[in-house]
């Protein structure tokens, strides 16, 4: 079964410093790995996603993730946060292959300091 | 371009009261539709999905139960709510299997409060 764990609920940076989002898989095939961003009372938004092309993937807001196959990682970075920064982030995966069924960390919330 | 409605927005309804959520989608054919929910600190948890007109898949055992009449339409149903129905409903649909993953696309939401 696949599943994904983040890495702290809760991540505060102050604005113009680097943006570090801890994900971790667990799939028995090659998956697909995704990023999406919540705004309060929002549905969610895609950031981007790996689907076995490049394992560096660049995504929307100047945000991109690393698949690291060795640490069964996905992180997603920015080098440098701005206020409107501040929401949720979801990492989920789903299998290659197969349906799209997405399998959804519990997410972390971003706060951004001025 | 693609568009998914979803309503009510927000909705408060007594124990033991009936619900419908509605969702729908333009803009595409025969996509794969899901019904997530989130609980705080709990991230989302998927409760059905469709891969097309009257199947449904449950993951879950729940108070809860979709169908899907139409192509682009997926309705979220309980006959009797429970306090432990409250949360935020989100629907999402898909391209359809076997084709490239864009990843799911997901509505608004729906914020249920069980009173």
């Known amino acids: 079964a696949q599943s994904v764990t983040q890495l702290g609920s809760h991540v505060s940076v102050s604005e113009g410093a680097l943006v570090l989002l801890r994900c971790n898989y667990s799939?028995?095939?090659?998956?697909?790995l995704f990023w999406y961003v919540q705004y309060p009372n929002q549905g969610l938004q895609l950031l981007l996603k790996y689907t076995s092309a490049a394992t560096l993937v660049k995504g929307i807001n100047g945000f991109e993730a690393e698949f690291k196959k060795s640490e069964t990682s996905f992180h997603l970075t920015k080098p440098s946060a701005h206020m409107s920064d501040a929401a949720e982030y979801f990492c989920?995966?789903?299998?290659?292959?197969?349906?799209?069924?997405?399998?959804f960390g519990k997410g972390t919330k971003l706060t951004v300091n001025p | 371009s693609q568009t998914i409605h979803q309503w009510p927005a927000t909705l408060v309804q007594p124990v033991g009261s009936p619900l419908s959520l509605e969702c729908t989608v333009e803009?595409?054919?025969?996509?794969?539709l899901y019904w997530y929910r989130q609980a705080a600190g709990r991230g989302l948890q998927l409760l059905f999905y469709?891969?097309?007109?009257?199947?449904i898949s449950s993951e879950v055992p729940q108070n809860l139960s979709a169908s899907r009449p139409q192509d682009r339409q997926f309705i979220l149903s309980s006959k009797k709510l429970l306090l432990s129905d409250s949360g935020f409903y989100l629907c999402a649909w898909?391209?359809?299997?076997?084709?490239a993953v864009f990843g799911a696309f997901f509505g608004q939401g729906t914020r249920l409060t069980v009173v």
């Open positions: 803009g595409t054919s025969n996509p794969n």
């Open positions: 799939s028995s095939v090659p998956p697909y």
């Open positions: 989920a995966v789903s299998q290659q292959g197969g349906s799209e069924k997405l399998v």
């Open positions: 469709s891969v097309g007109i009257g199947q």
